[in-house]
């Protein structure tokens, strides 16, 4: 089987860009990749675009063809919605479609345009991505739901919020070097601690904001990056996808997030590695018990002690595993359909020693990313390693 | 539509949904079980556990308890005026069900919580929402 390379990454800033639609965040992310690719435009065989909640946000659908022409190219395009998960799903598509033959260059990214609704509106439009008839409408949120896996984590396996502040203000920290990230500003434990309540036991620290922002990577088969002499030194080796029921009481564990763990062990299993392998990783930690559901399912923790991660130093830039060097969606921002690209992205440039944070993880050869759709029905994993 | 059904103002009937929320309302809340006994919520054509199209109706036992609870200060729109509300997961033996945790402060719920369900409306939107009362 023939290895998928990234050839080039784009990002727009995450942050709040109220007046600046998709096309044209994507515009920028996929001007960026294709630049930094040397990939001309028309040798780009397919367009796969993440997007979640265009119809509320933009009254767009139908983004697929939109995007491409954003992004100058005539190739057919497709749009792929999977809550937050969105464009790990497109991602995931691209590199099957790489492997098989079918293409070799593929543009996938994702964007989402979110402040523009404002808290309220944008809180109602992610809520969407639960079960509507059992869980929307007896009122729960996004921040509720994991508000629940929270206090039900604590009550199986420990833990408390204190720990949790931890991952917040290890990630804020993380951020600061980050200038695409929304947050670039230190977070104390304190200061989440004492933040305003969300949905009990989650502060507003614990919540990634709302953000705008799009995602783009250049991918391209192995025999195309040697034809062209391209600088692609990181390889696309592993990916899986899990799934779960959609309401989050018709699953087995209310702590625990299968979907990710089924979809951590194929992309293990392709990728031909072990947990123990992995070098680095950027999880979903759209809320901070989110990140400590995440290694866990990954097995990069033991089940119960994920939560300890941060505070005792096994998660900062400075320990066995660093996690989310970027910043993650907590202080990077989550524009959700851009997030699960921007995730890879930040993997092969870390891993290539381009990142502002590859200091960390000097030598580092083998990177996670793990993307996650509403409390985890949907998750993809991929596996990055340096080949070149 | 029987006379005692009650409706969300104009929005259409979800069929299923809704009736579970009518038997509900009258003490006759179900879940649906195939014949290799697993249960689920309707509405469900087919279980989601084996694929039997054979399902029918069960009971649930009066009383669930309550095993995980958030109070939301932060709500949607749909729910501005309800907020703060505790919202659970409660145990009901073959099922597990979301809902609003009323008549009783909300700060005040913790899982082990012994409660029956209590359909009720959202103070903000008078839709009827899945509700848990606590028992004594």
Same mark, same amino acid.
């Given at each position: ?12 800033s ?5 007046e600046?639609?998709?096309?044209d ?10 630049? /930094? ?17 265009g ?9 697929? @063809? ?10 057919? *395009? ?28 593929v ?24 079960d509507?008839?059992?869980?929307v409408?007896?009122g729960?949120?996004?921040p ?16 408390d919020?204190e /720990? ?5 203000a ?17 977070l ?10 969300v ?16 995602? *783009? ?15 692609? @030194? ?18 087995e564990?209310?702590a ?35 990140e ?11 089940v119960g ?12 830039? /400075? ?25 890879? %992205?930040?993997v ?23 993307? %996650? ?10 596996v990055?390693?340096v080949?070149a | 539509?029987?006379?005692n059904? =009650?409706?969300?103002?104009e929005?259409?009937r ?5 009736d ?20 689920s919520?309707?509405?469900r ?8 199209t054979?399902?029918? =109706?069960?009971?649930?036992? =009066?009383?669930? =308890? ?26 009901f ?29 959202s ?13 004594q």
């Amino acid at each position: 089987m023939s290895s998928v390379r990234v050839a080039g990454t784009g990002l727009t800033s995450f942050g709040e860009y109220p007046e600046r639609t998709s096309r044209d965040l994507f515009a920028e992310a996929s001007a960026t990749a294709l630049a /930094d690719s040397d990939v001309p435009r028309d040798d780009v065989d397919a367009v796969l675009y993440g997007n979640f909640m265009g119809e509320l946000s933009e009254h767009q659908g139908h983004q697929g @063809p939109l995007m491409a022409e954003a992004a100058g190219v005539t190739a057919p *395009a497709t749009r792929y919605e999977a809550a937050c998960a969105s464009s790990g799903m497109a991602l995931r598509d691209a590199v099957i479609r790489l492997r098989n033959g079918e293409c070799d260059v593929v543009l996938v990214g994702g964007a989402e345009r979110m402040t523009n609704l404002g808290t309220a509106g944008a809180t109602e439009a992610l809520a969407i991505a639960a079960d509507d008839l059992w869980e929307v409408r007896a009122g729960m949120t996004f921040p509720g739901a994991y508000a629940l896996m929270a206090t039900a984590y604590f009550e199986t396996y420990g833990g408390d919020r204190e /720990d949790l502040a931890h991952i917040a203000a290890k990630n804020h920290e993380n951020a600061l070097t980050n200038e695409k990230a929304q947050y670039q500003r230190a977070l104390s434990v304190e200061d989440v601690l004492e933040a305003p309540t969300v949905s009990s036991p989650l502060g507003l620290y614990d919540s990634c904001p709302l953000s705008d922002g799009a995602a *783009a990577v250049v991918l391209v088969s192995e025999a195309y990056a040697d034809e062209h002499d391209l600088d692609a @030194p990181v390889a696309i080796t592993g990916t899986g996808q899990g799934g779960d029921r959609m309401a989050l009481h018709d699953r087995e564990y209310l702590a625990r997030s299968p979907a990710a763990r089924e979809a951590g062990e194929q992309a293990y299993a392709d990728a031909e590695i072990g947990p123990e392998d992995v070098d680095l990783a950027e999880v979903h930690d759209c809320f901070t018990i989110a990140e400590v559901l995440a290694l866990e399912a990954l097995d990069l923790e033991q089940v119960g002690e994920g939560i300890s991660a941060a505070r005792d130093g096994r998660t900062t830039p /400075d320990g066995d595993t660093p996690i989310n060097l970027s910043g993650g969606l907590k202080a990077k921002g989550h524009p959700v359909g851009a997030t699960g690209v921007s995730q890879v %992205a930040e993997v092969a440039t870390l891993l290539a020693g381009d990142h502002p944070n590859s200091e960390y993880v000097e030598g580092a050869t083998t990177g996670v990313a793990h993307n %996650a759709g509403g409390t985890v029905a949907s998750a993809v994993v991929h596996v990055l390693e340096v080949v070149a | 539509m029987s006379e005692n059904t =009650e409706s969300d103002g104009e929005r259409t009937r979800d069929a299923g949904f809704d009736d579970w929320l009518d038997a509900a309302r009258a003490n006759e809340a179900y879940s649906l079980v195939c014949e290799a006994g697993h249960h689920s919520l309707p509405p469900r054509r087919v279980c989601p556990e084996c694929g039997s199209t054979d399902l029918t =109706e069960e009971p649930l036992p =009066e009383t669930g =308890e309550v095993e995980t609870v958030t109070v939301t200060h932060v709500a949607t729109p749909s729910f501005e005026a309800d907020a703060p509300y505790a919202t659970a997961i409660a145990d009901f033996g073959p099922v597990r069900l979301t809902g609003q945790v009323v008549e009783v402060d909300p700060e005040t719920v913790e899982p082990g919580l012994a409660v029956e369900i209590a359909v009720t409306t959202s103070e903000t939107s008078g839709k009827r929402i899945v509700g848990f009362r606590p028992v004594q």
